[in-house]
């Protein structure tokens, strides 16, 4: 396991490394515009560092231990959204072909049964979830250090767990995107010098909501709490869609309208907003692992609880926008 870590860790900072400074025609370049948090070009290739990382680890345990932590239909469907995503960043497809490509990775997860979801209506309500977490992951990778940050905590949280359940491929494999992700991190917080761009934000996406099911089918975590584990992104990103649909706005276009960026923009920059983010993050996931073996009802009042928080602190980040508008 040990060797596993280390090999993605150290696999995915080299290549971090490597494609921050490097330059020429095959480097994509993320140029700033009027949606944008940065103002210079910054590379958007650190999806590959982290994928490489994390396959570096996966071989590494199936050498050295013969462990099989990848199966072919997951990494067909890893395949397929890392492949459309580095053409989209190159020559900018349309929202279509991206979402039906989206659909034929997560088809291809669920008609091999490699998420569990008895009957159609199951199946399609977890098709929809698994598109939504491979959209929101990357409507919400707009900030420096943000969507490494949750990577870290969100898979190191289900490591932790399943570790301790007594499943120790799931945690390998869990462990393993923390080390691709922690590597590619050192580069990309704030100021970042690398974005993971598409190709890494669409599969974290993918294996996050994959591991939220996995871990609730094999009663690791229930499936609420492993939402409130993710929910820094998850309620961010679903509240703002549903804000912009009801505006009629064009909601899969680019924007600055999520929380985490009208915090950026009122002024406490990329380094406040994500280490406030970060507490976020490790409350969220501390209170899931101490919820996790307590009663629903106990684990109800939980989750109630941070609906008060929630609130509480979308408020807040209206006082703090209204503070900074100049006075008519």
């Not at 099989?68 to 067909?76: D, F, K, N, R, S």
């Not at 091999?112 to 939504?132: I, K």
């Not at 974005?195 to 499936?223: K, N, R, Y």
Request: aromatic fraction near 10%; charge should be neutral; glycine fraction near 10%.
């Amino acid at each position: 396991m040990i060797a596993a870590i280390m090999t993605s860790f150290i696999v995915s900072t080299g290549l971090s490394l490597l494609l921050a400074n490097s330059r020429g025609r095959w480097q994509i370049l993320d140029i700033p515009n009027e949606r944008s948090l940065h103002d210079q070009p910054i590379p958007r290739t650190g999806g590959i560092a982290i994928l490489t990382g994390l396959a570096a680890g996966l071989l590494t345990a199936w050498y050295l231990d013969g462990q099989q932590l990848a199966t072919w239909p997951a990494l067909l469907s890893v395949c397929l959204l890392a492949g459309i995503a580095l053409v989209d960043d190159r020559h900018t497809l349309g929202a279509g072909p991206r979402l039906l490509i989206q659909i034929g990775a997560v088809s291809i997860l669920l008609l091999t049964r490699e998420v569990p979801s008895p009957g159609t209506l199951t199946l399609v309500v977890v098709g929809l979830f698994l598109v939504w977490m491979i959209n929101l992951y990357n409507f919400m990778d707009g900030m420096d250090g943000f969507a490494g940050g949750m990577a870290v905590t969100g898979f190191g949280t289900f490591a932790l767990l399943a570790w301790q359940a007594g499943y120790p491929d799931l945690a390998l494999g869990c462990a393993v995107i923390v080390a691709a992700a922690g590597g590619f991190l050192l580069l990309n917080f704030p100021p970042a010098r690398l974005f993971m761009g598409d190709s890494g934000s669409t599969v974290l996406g993918l294996l996050a909501g994959v591991v939220i099911l996995t871990a609730h089918h094999e009663a690791i975590l229930p499936v609420w709490l492993g939402l409130l584990v993710f929910s820094p992104f998850i309620l961010d990103a679903s509240i703002t869609l549903s804000r912009r649909i009801l505006r009629g706005e064009k909601f899969w276009q680019a924007h600055k309208s999520h929380y985490y960026q009208r915090l950026v923009e009122s002024g406490w920059g990329h380094r406040r907003t994500v280490l406030a983010e970060y507490v976020l993050m490790i409350a969220c996931s501390a209170s899931a692992v101490a919820a996790a073996s307590q009663p629903l009802a106990w684990q109800t009042t939980l989750i109630a609880g941070w609906a008060v928080i929630y609130t509480v602190l979308i408020y807040s980040i209206h006082r703090v926008e209204q503070r900074r508008e100049p006075l008519a």
